[in-house]
């Protein structure tokens, strides 16, 4: 499952804000040993982020937007996906009930005009409820891909990928790891990762060691039965090497 974030913003690109977004993601995912794949930065205009859309959803099985679901002038992601997607803005009861149920749960109040303009969402998405704030999140399928559209303040973000999002990402696959450290250069491994990247579709990675006298430390991650296959080539390619791995690396552990 490849995982794409998206952060909107100008004041990011700035740094008159600190992203908070985008570390709480990551960790998360970590938590269910899933990983997010690229993380992409765009301006407060339509081109940027038309480019950013179109680019990760070619590439994403997931794609998570953060941002620019207010009314401000600068506030245009709704409005960019639904004309990137193609796929209309239309009048959205629901999304006016959740504005207005979340209004009058913060006890803030709002003109017509304002709940007039918030209660559109993206034709054929699924809202997804802020309990914190007021603007709504919105789940897309595009095909096989999810597209969730969600508010860029870090406590209704948070929220809304907690309740939302991740139970639904956790339903697919997950990524298996095991990490060995050996007593070799990343030169004499090369072209043995390279083999089993090709052979079992899995990926790898190479870690050199930053003091003296540690071991090099691998990587091999990928579904569950082909990182199992690996690490048993793997192991077979050590013991040519003439190298006994310890029980800490022998110990073998499905994420």
Request: aromatic share 8%; with cysteine.
């Amino acid at each position: 499952m490849k995982i794409s974030l998206m952060l909107i913003g100008d004041e990011l690109l700035r740094d008159e804000r600190k992203d908070l977004n985008a570390h709480f993601v990551i960790s998360e995912l970590k938590k269910k040993h899933l990983y997010l794949n690229k993380l992409l930065l765009a301006g407060d205009n339509e081109i940027s982020i038309k480019e950013g859309l179109l680019f990760l959803i070619a590439y994403s099985n997931v794609l998570i937007t953060s941002g620019g679901l207010g009314l401000t002038p600068d506030d245009i992601t709704l409005v960019t996906v639904s004309k990137t997607l193609g796929k209309p803005l239309v009048k959205d009861k629901t999304a006016q009930y959740y504005v207005l149920n979340s209004l009058k749960k913060i006890r803030q109040q709002a003109n017509k005009n304002y709940i007039e303009r918030m209660s559109y969402s993206i034709e054929g998405a699924i809202l997804i409820k802020n309990e914190i704030g007021v603007s709504p999140g919105m789940h897309l399928k595009i095909t096989n891909k999810h597209l969730f559209i969600l508010p860029g303040v870090p406590q209704e973000f948070n929220a809304m990928f907690t309740r939302y999002v991740l139970p639904l990402l956790t339903n697919g696959k997950r990524t298996f790891e095991k990490t060995f450290f050996v007593p070799l250069k990343e030169s004499d491994l090369v072209g043995f990762l390279e083999m089993l990247e090709t052979k079992y579709k899995i990926k790898t990675a190479s870690y050199p060691p930053i003091f003296k006298d540690a071991l090099l430390k691998i990587k091999l991650m990928g579904e569950k039965e082909s990182v199992n296959k690996a690490i048993e080539c793997f192991k077979v390619f050590l013991k040519s090497k003439g190298i006994k791995l310890k029980k800490d690396n022998q110990d073998k552990k499905d994420l």
